[in-house]
């Protein structure tokens, strides 16, 4: 059983890591997919609850875009909810 | 009528001015963000928006405009200024109110810009920045004077430390009360005639305000005569290098030791109370001796950033922009490529975006392409394992920290080498006549440790959050790819060397056997692409798993003097100050060029230039240690 288990773990950290990855690395549409997928899937709740606030290099474009693509996904989010 | 924009919920006041006036410092303090400030021009190169609240209450939007020196949007920052007056930006609402920074020390060139606002139409309030200064060097200024003269309220304050913050809020609240809602703004037209006017425009007030004359040499232009002095300027600029490299390897030394020996101890406790498993192995191989290694390197990165920001603050920073011109100019370069060059010794991603203040698109392709050979931080804790394993700690000329020196030489050499590809773009593809060079030289100031420390906290927690994220992340996934599959049945030596990772290590050590690379190093460098010290942490994993220990972190610096010749290590060295190992600059030249062309040229050129000269520094070394 805990041998399994121990499987089981590892799979999700490297799965996890894995899309980290990917998230980081990849471009605006590729994150804007991601966090959408995120937010779909554990609701926008949990995405705020989890979402650092963003830092790191002020003066870096991706940095300052990332802040408006969460913007509008809260907001749309937000809006989805209303409905 | 409500002062709010018609599609909006608040109203918008934009900060606007003259490059380094202290628009972002009177950000900071209105919205309690903490934007980098800095005592040269050319910090802001986008608009950057926070909210704070006026006296009564009210929210308001607050954007932070690129400085410009006039309304003629000469630059890709100034027009972004322009366009958000204009209400031209996409997305974007006009502002309802301007509040024009200027610099109370250089009223003869801030007003200019005032009076160019004044056009717009927009309701506007003057801070009168960097009073404390003025006072000091003898200038004062009647704001009500100088009030009536502009026909705009005028407020002193000194953003760094917070003062006339309440007075300006006020302003703010009784402007957007009174002023009336205009429809559409006058887009003003800028030609020789109204520049002209501005210019006996502002003299005519300096001189009602009686501070045309003010002409007693400041405390700034005293220390310039020995800091521009063309002998001793270049000489304190090299003493000041020289000083921050000495203290980067003798100050960390011990702090280092001590974040060492926690990250040991966590090693340790992990690996004595867990069972033997692959959780353990993931814990111990994985995330402590891959991020672990990174982590002891925060003492070196924060005392570089001290310095850098210590003299960013002073203002000394422009006047070692103002030396090096001469040199930046014979290789091609323009004089506003030193500041975009500058900040990418911190990251070359901002300094590529810097880029944005050169005016002329040859220039700033030309920075652009040369950015990534100067040594960002990233680059600090591999240059500090090599240099830490093969160059010894030995004192030389009289108490010179020999460590100290080769990292010194390692950023003269990214420099040199940034100078020659400059100059061979010159000679070939990059064409161009030599622009002058017009900067503003600050005056001088003691630096706001207030200021040094956001600086410094920003730093930690960038280098903090990129250690738990993405190099933990990688570390995860680089420890999965060297721990399966297991080893055959009756495999002899380490069982990574039968793991995926083991497998791609030894198909590239093929290519990279040539400058002395072996399959451990091979590895690292594929994680490493996503962020150079990536490159550490992936040593630290892949020799957890080679040699079977659990205190890598501690470990890694004898582990590599024992397995590399000194030849691999140097060679190593090289590879990194030329290699293109960063995705992310990648990505930036490709947004700022609009295509993959030069990205691609980039990557060719500096791989090129990495290999050859590796292989030369692996080939010289080996035959100069007989090896």
Known sequence: ?83 | MSRANQSSDLPIVALVGNPNCGKTALFNVLTGSRQKVANYAGVTVERKEGYFLTRSDQRIKLFDLPGAYGLEAETPDEQVTLDVLRGRLPGEQRPDLIVSVVDATNLRQHLRMVLGLRRFGIPMVLALNMSDLAARHGLTIDTVSLSQALGIPVVRTTAIHRAGVGDLLMKIDEVLAEQPVTADIAIPVITAETIAHDHEEVRRILSTLGVLDSTALRTSDHIDRYVLHPVAGPMILLCCLFVVFQAVFIGAQPLMEGLNSVVESVATFLYQRLPDSMVRSLLVDGVIAGAGSVLVFLPQIIILFFFILMLEESGYLPRAAFMLDKLMGSVGLSGRSFIPLLSSFACAVPGIMATRTIQNPRDRLMTIMIAPLMTCSARLPVYALIIAAFIPAHRVWGGVELQGLVLLGLYVGGIVSAMLVAWLMKLTAFRNEQHSLLLELPAYHMPVMRNIAIGLWQRVQIFVTRVGTIILSLMIILWFLSSVPSPPEGAVGPAIQYSYAGQIGQALSQVFAPIGFNWQISIALIPGLAAREVAVGALGTVYALSAGTHDVSGALTPLIAQSWSLATAMSLLVWYVFAPQCLSTLAAVRRETNGWRYPLIMLVYLFGMAYVASFITYHVTLAWTGG
């Open chain 1, 1 to 83: 059983m805990g041998y399994w288990l121990d499987r089981v773990f590892i799979v999700l950290v490297v799965a996890i890591s894995a899309v980290y990855v990917i998230y980081a690395l990849g471009s605006m549409s590729v994150k804007r997919r991601i966090l959408a997928g995120f937010i779909h899937c554990f609701g926008l709740r949990i995405y705020t609850l989890l979402s650092p606030k963003t830092m790191g290099c002020t003066h870096c474009g991706v940095e300052l875009q990332k802040k408006n693509l969460i913007r509008q996904l809260k907001q749309s989010g937000q809006a989805d909810q209303n409905k």
